[in-house]
């Protein structure tokens, strides 16, 4: 069933109410925080959520307006049509490939998953051999440990970032490798560099 305007308002308020203190919103806070004059404006909107399904509260009791979860299912759907682009199909190069019949949505949760991650735009071309440009857009997983062979964020003797291959070297070293070969690799004890995050993804605009 379809939510009004209002209706997702309140059900908004409702859900951000809960999650801020703990505890649902009396009839008269609703009223206050979105502004309505008359408590019977709020009964009339609670029980046709209700009724659509999309709120849900204990009989005869106080404080116990929850949103359902026809709610939340609606939200993640809301978050991913602002957040996601339509992925339409596959494209070789060369022979041609049929879009989806079905097109689904992609978003930057996909690269992601349930990671903690950041974006930063590159200045500079030390990685140019990875294709990686001056002006992308990096994906990176906020981390302090690091693999060999992963393309890190680090930080060198405790103020400069760069953003290098780590590699282990004997005697203790780390080496931070550029993919740019007139550049030399940085090769400092372990001690001075702090992995600060680990690219895992790439983005570009042409235009």
């Given amino acids: 069933m379809v939510l009004t305007k209002r209706q997702r308002e309140v059900l908004d308020f409702i859900a951000e109410f809960l999650r801020e203190r703990g505890y649902s919103p ?3 806070e609703i009223a206050s925080g979105m502004g309505l004059n008359s408590l019977a404006t709020v009964h009339k909107h609670i029980s046709t959520l209700e009724r659509k399904g999309f709120l849900r509260r ?3 009791q106080s404080r116990s307006l929850e949103p359902a979860p026809k709610y939340w299912q609606l939200s993640r759907q809301a978050r991913a049509e602002r957040a996601g682009l339509p992925l339409l199909g596959r494209i ?3 022979k041609p490939v049929e879009t989806l019949q079905h097109p689904e949505t992609i978003s930057l949760r996909d ?6 991650v950041f974006v930063l735009q590159v200045k500079g071309d030390s990685m140019r051999e990875e294709h990686i440009l001056d002006g992308d ?3 990176v997983e906020k981390t ?3 693999e060999p062979g992963d393309m890190v964020l ?7 970032n760069t953003l290098q291959r780590y590699d282990q070297e004997p005697n203790g070293r780390v080496r931070l490798q550029p993919a740019n070969a007139p550049m030399k690799a940085i090769l400092v004890p372990a001690k001075d560099v702090a992995i600060q995050g ?3 993804g790439v983005l570009r605009r042409y235009r």
């Fill in 26 to 28: 009396s009839f008269q």
């Fill in 92 to 94: 070789a190069a060369g």
């Fill in 111 to 116: 690269f992601a998953g349930q990671k903690n």
């Fill in 58 to 60: 204990g009989y005869n």
């Fill in 144 to 146: 302090s440990q690091a």
């Fill in 137 to 139: 857009l990096l994906i």
């Fill in 154 to 160: 680090a930080r060198v003797g405790g103020s400069a």
């Fill in 198 to 200: 680990r690219v895992i």
